[in-house]
């Protein structure tokens, strides 16, 4: 059996501690692997060889940085195949989703090959009589993320390459149950030419995770995952006076107006809800219509679309939608399932309980549509993270605003209309981080930056995008008067 370690100093280390966690192949629903957790010990080492290391590679000149991570694209561009591979063997997610992803990841490695021009401080000249000031953006020194299982290669990237470009160390912690795709990145960075000790992995789960919020020389922490655990990690590691972005779970609505295009709207949903098997922060797994005569007609069209969606093994070209991560997340997802049922709401198609032929251990669960659901359902006010698929009806616009506005997650949000007035009242009041008009999934592109409001992200400064270049450097300003220094006149 395969065991995946950690990555520090420029090499693999393994061997470490006594805990291992199964990694799975969701299609196959089989061990496929063997993780080595880290513990404080390990991390402790990683952190020691990124400080020494740090210094030196925050000297090198910006432009020289950025060659680094350009051929780092290049590797990564090289090695395509091999790392969607990866990590659909463990997550599950079709081999086009990881494609996607892995792109979606390029977009920042490419964003920050300019870090020689987003680096660049600002100037005030004449601030004063012969006062002239500037700013510098200088790295923290060693920096950390922790990341979640549904993007095992997109995230890591978010936060590795501008925390690199700008001339930190980086320490990784991937998700206990997708880490290989991370370490190969990680692999690669160091054949583009990054000297040892500046990205390294530790592996594990909580343990790690904790010690990341905890070593005093780390001093940012960057993390995605789910909403409880983001809180945790916010408040720890603020707590120990270090610097905090913290993005949580999400609930995503989409309202659909009465004069939305309702064939756009629900290719849209069915790829919004069941894509990656609702394993995205930025699925939708909750549709508002509005009016009777447009939720029936939505609901009809679902109907008529749900069983026509091919379920699949992640290699598989036809699938559109493949396994769960893990059993105990396949458990989850039916509990909730049952639980929708149990508050009230309106099982109407029900995805437990299939399996595939051929593949009968794979952690595959069936699209689920519910209606009839209502805000004070816990079904409702949960994040499910599954292929499932929630109606809350409304009968105004105003009715159907108020859902995501108080709703406590407020990562991202659609509008379907084709009334530009409804679309701009509805982007202008709703209170959510990223929304999307006639637009679902509006992940931002990379050189804006992504994040949410409320419970889906804690800090101030988010994903990416210029905002990950002020998250990992620290500003330095200079206030500087020469005085006029003449030689004396005879
Ligand atoms: P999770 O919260 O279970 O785990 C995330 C990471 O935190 C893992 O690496 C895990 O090992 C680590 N961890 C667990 N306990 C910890 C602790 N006490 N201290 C420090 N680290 C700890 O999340 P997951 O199930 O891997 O990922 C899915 C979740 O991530 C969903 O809620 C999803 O919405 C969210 N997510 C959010 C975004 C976003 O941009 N807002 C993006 C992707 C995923």
Redesign the pocket.
């Known amino acids: 059996m395969r065991t995946i370690s950690h990555f520090i100093n420029g090499q693999s280390v393994t061997g470490t501690g006594a805990v291992t966690s199964p990694v799975f192949n969701p299609s196959a629903g089989q061990v496929q692997a063997i993780l080595e957790h880290g513990d404080a010990a390990i991390l402790a080492e990683a952190v020691a060889v990124a400080k020494a290391a740090q210094p030196a590679w925050a000297s090198i000149n910006p432009q020289d940085r950025a060659r680094v991570i350009f051929k780092f694209k290049a590797l990564i561009e090289k090695h395509r195949q091999e790392l969607i591979h990866l990590m659909s063997s463990e997550h599950g997610k079709l081999l086009e989703d990881a494609m996607g992803e892995l792109q979606r990841g390029l977009d920042v490695v490419e964003f920050v090959c300019g870090i020689p021009h987003l680096q660049k401080g600002e100037f005030t000249q004449g601030a004063g009589p012969g006062i002239n000031v500037y700013s510098i953006r200088e790295p923290l020194g060693v920096v950390a993320g922790?990341?979640?299982?549904?993007?095992p290669a997109m995230?890591p990237l978010w936060m590795l390459a501008p925390a690199i470009a700008v001339g930190n160390a980086f320490i990784l912690?991937?998700?206990?149950?997708a880490p290989s795709v991370a370490v190969r990145l990680v692999e690669l960075a160091h054949e583009a030419g990054l000297p040892p000790g500046i990205l390294n992995v530790v592996n594990?789960?909580?343990e790690?995770?904790?010690a990341?919020?905890d070593h005093p020389d780390i001093k940012a922490v960057s993390?995605?995952?789910?909403?409880?655990?983001?809180k945790?990690?916010y408040a720890?590691g603020a707590g120990n006076g270090k610097r905090v972005q913290c993005?949580?779970?999400?609930k995503n609505h989409g309202v659909i107006l009465p004069d939305a295009d309702l064939d756009q709207v629900v290719a849209d949903v069915l790829a919004g809800a069941f894509g990656s098997a609702g394993?995205?922060?930025?699925s939708m797994p909750v549709i508002v219509p509005i009016g009777r005569k447009t939720a029936n007609a939505v609901r009809e069209r679902l109907l008529k679309e749900i069983p026509k969606l091919r379920i699949g093994v992640s290699v598989d070209p036809d699938a559109q939608m493949g396994p769960v991560?893990t059993p105990e997340?396949k458990k989850k997802i039916e509990c909730y399932i049952q639980l929708a049922a149990d508050e009230g709401a309106e099982l109407v198609v029900d995805g437990r309980g299939r399996t595939l032929p051929g593949h009968e251990e794979g952690f595959f669960l069936w699209p689920t549509l519910i209606d009839h659901t209502t805000p004070s359902m816990r079904s409702y006010q949960d994040?499910i993270?599954g292929p499932v698929l929630q109606i809350v009806r409304a009968e105004t616009f105003d009715e159907a605003l108020s859902y995501p506005n108080l709703h406590h997650q407020g990562?991202a949000v659609t509008v379907f209309t084709r009334s530009g007035d409804w679309a701009q009242r509805f982007v202008a009041e709703v209170a959510v981080g990223m929304v999307g008009v006639n637009f679902p999934m509006p992940t931002p592109v990379g050189y804006y930056c992504?994040?949410?409001w409320k419970d889906?992200?804690f800090g101030d400064l988010n994903?990416y995008g210029e905002d990950s270049i002020r998250f990992f450097t620290r500003t330095k300003v200079v206030t500087q008067r020469w005085p006029h220094c003449r030689p004396a006149e005879d």
């Not at 993390?223 to 983001?230: L, P």
């Open positions: 922790i990341t979640p299982f549904n993007f995230i912690k991937p998700s206990e149950r594990g789960g909580k790690v995770g904790e990341i919020t993390f995605i995952g789910s909403t409880g655990v983001a945790l990690v720890r993005m949580g779970g999400a394993e995205r922060c930025m991560v997340h994040e993270f990562n992504h994040g949410g889906s992200a994903q």
